[in-house]
């Protein structure tokens, strides 16, 4: 028996469900449309040369659409003061690119070592990533992802940080594949794009009246919903348009929408953590910008991203280092923390914007990879003759010359100074094999590859040391050498290794975004090859004099000033330093209080920054070696030698 | 659609007669395809499109396969089920055949380039294949039991469409296959949610599939069989 309701109600029960099957049908297929498209955009380009790689090749960094970046200086000319395009070379040059410290592209047929014939295709080819300074790349991956993009992406490869001029930046600088930039202020150019992203204009319809301060100590009463987004895809559009770019394709229009809503609500929600950006002219003060030109503070990124701490406390400052020769180095990094090289330039990588998702993903993991093995196997540095086209000095001649084949091509000077190398330096340096250029003997040193520790090894006893401590007689011999402890003993030094180990160890039973990972993660580590070693390794001197200032957080100037020929500055200023091939390093000005008044200077000027050798994280103290500031001066004339050797390495 | 004539036979059939109804469809259909459209969508606030579709489509698979997995014991007892079972299973496998592709193409095959050039990282032999990295990750045993669950599954979903009115020892085969499948199928989603636990969220599908089959197979033993009634002179 049927029930009168239920006749009624079933059509529309079989009309509901029709209806739903349909818009069911047609949401999966409008979906299923959607990711054969999506799939279809441009994936990652495989490069064949690994220099290529190194120099334009993503490595997770992408940060920026590049139809935002076109225009970034229209929108906050303060924080990106407009570049020039140079009519010679069709590359972009000074404005933010100066400020920050970037190389600007030249039409340089010279670079060292020479760029491979894929890589100059590329760059020429390429009308969008030349103009772009010296290690940007320009890819389809969306910023922390592996994912295609419909609009491409400006990210830094290696080269980004690990390419310099050298001598200098000037007109004859030679530009050279992996050496430090030294002065490249990184965290002020992430920090200034922090600050665009966030950077808010009361809207329009606010009155004029309402825009008024209410007083000479305070802003006007406008309320959080009375300001809108400097940086808006409408903005984008406005400036595109007076810029008489090309208009966006409705595909871009909607990714920079959906990148424009992820990157402004993250910042947002990190502000509680790194606190609100710098303005432009806080940036240029130590106050604000403690790392300055030529360094970074890679645990800070790490404790932020690692452990989702602010770390304002940390002051492990870190050179930019030049990445020649790696396979010399048993141990990677200044403080010997990470023994893999795929490892270490994966971390480098995510200090400078890669996550722990884009570095594992497709082409991007293949990338740091490659780099890797670029630094490791086939990049070598210069020698003094590579950047200057003439030796350090011109070879002794006479019969001592006839005697010593290995020193043919060594002065007086610097055979003297290789006798006092050999004495004093090869145990913890090693040294180079004269009968193979590129090969760096250490066997023979029982030094090289330790650790000098910066921790005070005395407060342990001495069967607690780690083994590969270099091992000291008492504390103050110990503390003559003992360099700035700051990159090794920051607070949260103790648990990094084993937090990062956890982090990217899919198999670890605690992992967090690590379980997914199917495969290795790149930066996957075995646990015993990342470590804190408590001080700084032991490492080959080769194409020392590229490597300059000195020490691991920069804090000297130059070689002389390292030998204690001459004493080391209390403070200088740096920025674009100029190279003395006398004292080998930069020439610094001791007058910090020549340094403007940030608020005096104009927006595209290049950093000129303050270094206070007391500050935290700057000691210029340890490596007193051969000799102390007091002893050093009984023994000028060895030491002359001796700098005028390492000019040679 | 498949029409299936309900008769009595001198042996107990128990299919169902139905064809499939727009209610069935609807019921089966709209969250399979609304969860295959999450699946795509949802992953595009991660950071790995294709890793991640891979992990939502096999949670797919397995919330449709619970009431597919739930009802295939009960349905001698509920024979108006049948065509519910078969849709479920069918979407249920369509969105596992989703996470078979991505995982196989997207995932794994993505990494193929790069483990031609570094086999040694990826512990995979000179010239590696996709099988290869895959072995590589899961182990040769775990490997070749999926391969076999998806040609298996893939199997059962097409004789559960096409053998539906196959009589004598093909029906007994029929039968067999099905039972082996559903165990199968039950065996690995076990593994690789509760054994695996690769997180909360699969943990938790893993054990509701679990309980709910666990209860259907307890109505089964205990409950009365629904013999079919004998068709009136």
């Known amino acids: 028996m049927s029930r009168p309701g239920n006749t009624r ?165 030679k530009l050279v594949y992996g050496a430090g930039n030294s002065g490249l202020d990184l965290i002020g150019f992430f920090q200034a794009f922090r600050g665009v992203l966030l950077e808010k204009k009361v809207k329009p319809s606010v009155s004029e009246a309402r825009r008024r301060p209410v007083s000479l100590t305070e802003g006007p009463n406008l309320d959080a919903s009375d300001y809108e987004y400097a940086l808006s895809l409408s903005s984008i559009q406005e400036a595109r348009k007076k810029r008489g770019l090309r208009n966006l394709t409705q595909a871009e229009k909607t990714m920079i929408w959906v990148w424009l809503q992820g990157a402004q609500s993250g910042a947002e929600k990190t502000t509680m953590k790194y606190d609100l950006p710098p303005t432009p002219e806080q940036l240029r003060t130590p106050e604000y910008n403690p790392v300055g030109p030529g360094r970074t503070e890679p645990f ?12 304002s406390h940390n002051r492990g400052f870190s050179k930019i280092p030049a990445v020649f020769r790696e396979k010399d180095r048993p141990w990677a990094q200044f403080d010997g923390s990470v023994k893999h090289p795929n490892t270490r330039s994966g971390l480098a990588a995510m200090t400078a914007g890669g996550s722990v998702d884009n570095l594992g993903g497709l082409g991007i993991g293949r990338n740091i990879i490659d780099a890797a093995d670029y630094t490791v196997y086939e990049l070598v540095g210069p020698t003094w003759n590579d950047i200057f086209g003439e030796p350090p000095a011109p070879p002794a001649t006479g019969e001592s010359q006839a005697n010593d084949a290995e020193g043919a091509h060594l002065s007086k000077s610097q055979r003297r100074g290789r006798e ?130 000195y020490l691991h957080n920069g804090s000297v100037p130059n070689l002389a000033q390292l030998l204690n020929l001459e004493p080391r500055p209390e403070s200088f200023v740096r920025g674009f330093n100029t190279y003395d091939t006398n004292k080998v390093g930069l020439i610094v000005s001791g007058d910090i209080n020549s340094v403007l008044d940030p608020a005096k200077v104009k927006p595209e000027d290049p950093l000129v920054w303050p270094f206070d050798t007391k500050a935290v994280g700057n000691l210029k103290t340890g490596h007193n ?25 | 659609m498949t029409t299936v004539t309900r008769e009595l036979e001198p042996q107990r059939t128990v299919e169902a007669t139905t064809e499939i109804t727009a209610g069935q469809l609807c019921l089966t259909f709209v969250p399979f395809g609304l969860g295959l459209v999450a699946t795509i969508w949802y992953a595009e606030l991660s950071q790995d499109l294709r890793l991640f579709r891979t992990i939502y489509a096999a949670r797919l698979s397995l919330l449709l396969a619970i009431p597919a997995l739930a009802l295939f014991p009960l349905l001698s007892r509920l024979p108006d089920a049948r065509n519910v079972w078969r849709l479920f299973w069918t979407f249920s ?27 040694n990282l990826f512990h995979v032999p000179e010239k590696p294949t996709v099988l290869d990295l895959v072995i590589a990750h899961q182990g040769t045993f775990v490997t070749y039991s999926n391969l076999v669950l998806t040609g298996l599954w893939l199997l059962d979903v097409v004789l559960a469409w096409l053998a539906e009115g196959i009589q004598g020892r ?43 089959v666990a209860l259907s197979l307890l109505i089964r033993v205990f409950s009365r069989s629904s013999e079919p009634t004998p068709r009136e002179p």
């Open chain 1, 420 to 549: 006092g190398y050999r004495k004093w330096c090869v145990s913890c340096h090693g040294q180079p094999d004269p009968a193979k250029p590129d090969t760096w003997l250490s066997s023979s040193s029982p030094d090289f590859g330790k650790i000098l520790p910066a921790i005070d090894p005395f407060q342990f006893p001495k069967e607690q040391w780690l083994k590969d401590w270099v091992e000291f007689p008492d504390q103050p011999t110990w503390r003559n050498q003992a360099t700035d402890p700051e990159r090794v003993s920051f607070r949260d030094a103790s648990i990094m290794p084993y937090t990062l180990f956890t982090y990217f160890d899919r198999k670890h039973p605690t992992k967090t975004t690590g379980e997914y990972y199917p495969l290795d993660h790149p930066l996957y580590t075995e646990r015993q090859e990342i470590r804190n070693s408590g001080g700084y390794i032991n490492a080959p001197l080769d194409s020392l004099f590229t490597r300059a200032p």
């Open chain 1, 9 to 173: 109600a079933l059509p529309l029960v079989r009309n509901g469900c029709r209806i739903a099957i349909g818009l069911t049908l047609v949401l999966v297929l409008a979906t299923v449309v959607f990711a054969v498209l999506e799939h279809s955009l441009p994936g990652p380009r495989w490069f064949q040369n690994k220099q290529t790689v190194f120099v334009a090749g993503s490595i997770g960094t992408e940060f920026l659409p590049l139809p935002v970046l076109e225009v970034l200086p229209d929108i906050d000319p303060e924080r990106f003061p407009p570049p020039r395009l140079d009519p010679k070379t069709q590359a972009l040059a000074g404005g933010w690119i100066e400020r920050y410290g970037f190389l600007e592209r030249r039409n340089e047929d010279r670079t060292y070592p020479a760029t491979n014939p894929e890589l100059a295709a590329l760059l020429k080819d390429d009308p969008e990533l030349w103009p772009l300074p010296v290690g940007f790349t320009l890819s389809n991956f969306r910023p922390f992802s592996p994912d295609p993009s419909p609009v491409r992406f400006v990210g830094l490869a290696c080269a980004g940080c690990h390419s310099a001029r050298l001598p200098d930046r000037g007109p004859s600088g």
């Open chain 1, 300 to 311: 800070v990124t790490l404790d932020n991203e690692v452990l989702n701490l602010p770390a």
């Open chain 2, 170 to 212: 093909g029906r007994i085969i029929v039968m067999a296959l099905h039972i082996l499948t559903w165990l199968y199928v039950l065996i690995s989603f076990v593994i690789a949610s509760i054994v695996f636990t690769k997180n909360n969220t699969i943990l938790v599908m893993g054990w509701a599939m679990a309980g709910v």
């Open chain 1, 625 to 649: 070696y051969p000799w102390p500031p007091d002893e050093a001066k009984q023994h000028v004339d060895e030491l002359n030698d001796l700098l005028q050797y390492l000019k040679t390495l």
């Open chain 2, 93 to 119: 496998f369509l969105a596992y055949a989703v996470h078979f592709a991505y995982a196989w193409f997207g995932v794994f095959g993505g990494q193929i380039e790069t483990a031609r050039l570094h086999p």
